[in-house]
């Protein structure tokens, strides 16, 4: 048996809440919500009652779907405060008694003595390789006999009031906010093979308001970043283009929309009704794409660039893969293959079952993958003898857990990605 968790993804367009059992093959969902999101864009919460309301709908939902009252959930997060940064950590170690998991925490706690402006703080601290002695690229230092051990990191941070206000909303709804979790990081962990981990891979998770990177090489973490612009861009430029509503013009990219003009046959035609037309009008779907690839061109050259920014564009050898919601648009894939100039293919969630149906769908890549590095973190800290959360994860008939409260919880990845933990952690599961 695994264990009950709970997933909140609150986007831009839409709001999931999983209720599922993580086990050693599969996550087996029980309860799903969702609901269309209002107060947020661009990541960022901008109506904090609307937002509320819309996620206590989703959480409804899901408490009536699985059975279980929601106490606390993993939050996912994006946005454009979002920000990350490599550093280095020294300390010196005992050459006598062998590198132990003590001087992994304080190597990592010495990269993350960093100069941080007063309202931003630390989501994630994630290690690249670790140095020991001078001898580099170690992914897992323990047990071996050295005197000085030093770490490179990656540090993921955020706006503190961003993540305030997204609080507000969840917590208002009546959950805690156990922590929050980077939205390419959860999605990374259902759609990546561990080989695209080892070879160097791109992680590009499309939303509605942000397009969110994260690079995996050596099957760690090396990069992350958001770019402010997703699907609602390309919906807004042809409501702008075609005069429509926003609501017509989102149907009509998910019906007729495409982001290669040369796929497009010029004798395909569809029929709207236009502001101010008391008729029906006929549009070219070339005329579609031709207002939908140069936006979608615009998004993958803001991912060249950054990918160029962070140095790592050259050690991609097993290319990019595209999720989230806007990825599953016709001609994506081979638009940012010719700018990429890399491997793409898109993804979805793998290893589910239960609700599994409505969830094999790249726009429900990070509600997944949430249940199960949420998991995963909750076990990290457990193991190096940090206090577990009180109560239960979901509180079902008889269940006697609380749903606590207290300081949000940063996540040292020192064990996660130092080799000390295995992925699904074995001998917790059935």
């Known amino acids: 048996m695994g264990e009950l968790v709970v997933g909140i993804d609150v986007g831009t367009t839409k709001i999931c ?3 599922g059992e993580v086990r050693a093959d599969d996550i087996h969902v029980i ?12 990541g960022v919460v901008n109506d904090v009652n609307e937002l509320t309301a819309r996620v206590s709908a989703a959480i409804h939902k ?14 996912s997060v994006a946005g454009a405060h979002i920000d990350s940064r490599n550093s280095r950590g020294v300390v010196g170690i005992s050459g006598t008694r062998g590198v132990q998991i003590a001087d992994l925490e304080r190597a990592m706690e010495s990269a993350r003595a960093i100069a941080l402006p007063h309202n931003r703080e630390v989501l994630h601290i994630i290690p690249r390789n670790y140095t020991l002695d001078g001898q580099d690229g170690i992914r897992s230092p323990l047990g071996m006999h050295g005197f000085r051990l030093e770490v490179e990191a990656h540090i993921v941070t955020a706006a503190s009031s961003s993540l305030q206000n997204l609080q507000k909303c969840i917590e208002g709804a009546g959950v805690y906010v156990d922590r929050f979790i980077l939205n390419p990081l959860a999605s990374g962990e259902v759609v990546l ?12 998770d499309i939303g509605g308001g942000t397009t969110d990177l994260a690079v995996f090489i050596d099957g760690t973490v090396w990069h ?5 612009v997703g699907g609602w861009h390309v919906t807004n430029d042809i409501a702008q283009g075609l005069h429509l509503p926003y609501e017509i013009a989102e149907a009509v990219k998910v019906e007729y929309g495409h982001a290669d003009t040369t796929e497009i046959d010029p004798s395909d035609v569809f029929i ?4 101010g037309e008391e008729h029906m009008s006929r549009v070219q779907r070339a005329d579609l794409a031709a207002i939908i690839q140069p936006r979608v061109e615009e998004l993958f050259q803001l991912v060249l660039r950054e990918i160029k920014y962070s140095a790592y564009d050259g050690l991609l050898s097993a290319g990019a893969v595209l999720t989230g919601g806007s990825a599953q648009l016709p001609g994506m894939k081979k638009i940012a293959a010719d700018v990429l100039k890399m491997p793409v293919r898109v993804a979805k969630p793998e290893r589910i079952s239960g609700m599994a149906d409505q969830l094999r769908h790249p726009s429900y890549s990070t509600s997944v993958g949430l249940l199960r590095l949420g998991l995963i973190m909750e076990r990290e800290d457990e193991r190096r003898g940090r206090a577990a959360r009180g109560g239960f994860r979901v509180k079902g008939e008889g269940a006697n857990g609380s749903s606590g409260g207290g300081k949000r919880k940063t996540t040292n990845w020192g064990k996660l990605f130092g080799g000390v933990m295995k992925r699904l952690l074995p001998e917790d599961e059935n």
């Open 17 to 19: 809440t999983l209720v």
């Open 272 to 275: 709207v009704q236009p502001f």
């Open 193 to 204: 093979t561990d080989a695209e981990r080892e070879m160097g891979v791109l992680v590009i």
């Open 62 to 75: 899901a408490e009536r779907s699985s059975g279980y009252e929601i106490g606390r959930a993993f939050v």
């Open 31 to 42: 309860g799903l919500g969702v609901e269309p999101s209002r107060g947020m864009k661009k």
């Open 224 to 228: 992350t970043a958001v770019i402010s």
